[in-house]
């Protein structure tokens, strides 16, 4: 049992670097499209992952909890998703605040399910 809380340790601080390094691209909109593309990204991740676990016949528990639990865990931004939404439209921007949500929530499930057939497609 204290393994299982090491890997997802170590996944979670790979998500988490590899979050703040997207934080860092270039990107400077109104639209806070790097969270929007991290969580897309993200949920493309965990359908791979969650497509890979379930093609396989066996699979290391260790390494689901270190992909699917830390990596996505510490990469995907859904605090921060949650108070880019409540900002804007706070901030009585409607019209882009309902889009931020509307196309996070749609893309990041196409972003599973692509995932998910590019895991089962190449195992």
Do not use: Q
Not at 52 to 58: A, G, I, N, V
Not at 80 to 96: C, G, Q, V
Request: hydrophobic share 50%; proline share 3%.
């Amino acid at each position: 049992m204290p393994l299982n809380f090491i890997f997802v340790a170590l996944g979670g601080a790979a998500g988490a670097m590899g979050r703040y390094a997207v934080s860092l691209l270039p990107v400077r909109t109104e639209f806070p499209a790097l969270t929007f593309v991290t969580n897309i990204l993200g949920a493309f991740l965990i359908g791979f992952i969650s497509g890979m676990t379930e093609s396989r016949k066996k699979v290391n528990p260790h390494e689901v909890l270190f992909w699917k639990t830390g990596v996505c865990g510490g990469f995907t931004t859904f605090s921060t998703f949650s108070l880019e939404s409540y900002t804007l439209l706070h901030n009585k921007k409607y019209i882009m605040g309902s889009a931020y949500m509307l196309l996070s929530v749609i893309c990041c499930l196409a972003g599973v399910l692509l995932g998910r057939k590019l895991a089962m497609t190449i195992s």
